[in-house]
């Protein structure tokens, strides 16, 4: 048989020989070169008082772009390396060293963008508009806003070296804290020694013994450690409080939705109308419950499968099967898609020692992007595979623009991923050869609904409402427990006979530390694809160049701001996010109705 799609990835032709790469040697050492310089430019950078400034400014983002390039393409390929075998402890150094000079490379940005806030106003207007820097005015805008935010240079310089071993240490020292806890669950008659993720992994079995076992072990494990992973979230969260409280911010989504380059307002009237529309997905669960034969669903049940399916779909088929859908939507994401599938983009690969998870990665001075992840067969796979390559055709879309114009928001990035994942979900469903199959796939949807609306949501008024308790102290565990059952009996409307008090400790998510609220973005980008998706349908084919047009801006202008100039929508409107919502409670009317048909 012929290897149309390698299932490994091709790296040697982004540095030859691994973590031992001489290639990679050279690369670092030009870069540690370039990083001096760059950091010596910054000292001399001069506030910017005339427009004649101008060409001074655009030489020295040229400068920024270069060695930013650089850090990034030897950090891209290190990271994939250390993905693809967690025993590489060269890659492991290498990553450090990377680390280090990214680091530096911030200090030194910083500096910059500080002689950029200290430019009069009037000047500022005025050096915007001209023939070297408008294509630039937002970024520039957005960094000068930036730097009026943090304090002062050495002050925000204390802090970025204390955070090493302060805030960051905590979240490295949560990730010890999972690698270290394995839990003994029988599995098919066999006991057997699991990770935690591994366990997890387990609330998708068909065997309710199976999937109650295995929570049960974790949440004896959550108790029994409850003390240590209350004490690495409250520091965490402290460091992070007393950071911003240096800066003079209150509000602590203020920094994660600046990150997302949207308004509160838009946060607010998208949970509101979520809220408002719980019904439909508790009636799911609901009925659920009831074809498991519950009353009621208990946390670990509701992932469960309500049919047997067992559909696999090999490499070859699965790459082919997105290849054809995706042509569907567009001559050009089809394209992309092969091109990266057949050109070893992708490490796919079931094989031992490999990170968990997926990620696409971009290789700023190849141009190209890595996809990792690893791939056993089922339709979920597929998708994920789906998902991956929106995240690179996100990237390939923006190449025409200057690399300074190119970093988008995690909201919008989900949104590219998502919206790629869509068509292949939809397809499927469609695709489906039996009305088990179709059942299946169906519920893989609506599941993606509520995980969503319901299980990001209660993560997110969790963390909402303990950084707000964690501003007058140390919140204690009982109260961490508490406050994760209220948020998880609000977001899934009162449907599950018991939550997962818990979960506060078992979600990796509270506790990184270089993106704050890891929750809201993963919803926003979900119901904002939703509405790009609808549109696409409308359109049909041509709806392709608008797609590509609204991912290029999506480095360039805010959230609102996108959806205003390429949807012709006002996302600070519930009604806008209710349009999403309502396609989602379509795919569960008839989910209903097609297993109520069943008994
Ligand atoms: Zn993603």
Known sequence: MTNTYPEVWE?????????DSAELKTHLETTAEKLVEFEQASIQFAVPKQTDDAQRIAEFLEQTSDVSVDIRQAGAFIGCLMAQNTEDKKASLLQSEVGLMRSRFQSAFLKFKQSLMETDPNVWTELLKTENLKEFAFILDEWRQEAKRLLSEQEEGLITSLGIDGYHAWSELYDLLIASISVQVNLDGQEKTLSVGQANNLSAHSNEQVRKESYDKLEAVWQEKEE??????NSLAGFRLQMYKKRGVDNVLEEPLQMNRMKQETLDVMWQAISEHKQPFADYLAHKAQMLGKDQLAWYDVEAPVVENAQQFDYEQGSEFIIRHFGKFGPELQGFARHALENGWVEAEDRAHKMPGGFCTSLPKSGESRIFMTYSGSMSNVATLAHELGHAFHTHALRPMHDLNRSYAMNVAET??????????????KNASNKEEKISLLEDKIQRSVAFFMNIHARFLF??????????????????????????????????????????ASKLHFYITDVPFYNFPYTFGYLFSLSVYAKALEEGQGFEEQYMALLRDTAIMSTEELAMKHLGEDITEKGFWEKGIALCTKDVEEFIKLTAEEG
Request: avoid cysteine; aromatic fraction near 12%; glycine fraction near 8%.
């Open 11 to 19: 790296l040697d032709n982004v540095f030859s020989g691994g973590s």
């Open 228 to 233: 240590l992973f209350a004490k690495t979230l």
């Open 416 to 429: 590219a991923s998502t919206f790629a994942e869509m068509i292949v979900a939809d397809a499927a469903v």
């Open 463 to 504: 963390e909402t409402r303990f950084y707000e308790e964690r501003k007058n102290g140390v919140v204690p565990t009982s109260r961490l427990n508490e406050l994760m059952e209220q948020a998880q009996e609000e977001a899934f409307a009162g449907s599950l006979s018991e939550g997962h008090p818990h979960f506060w």
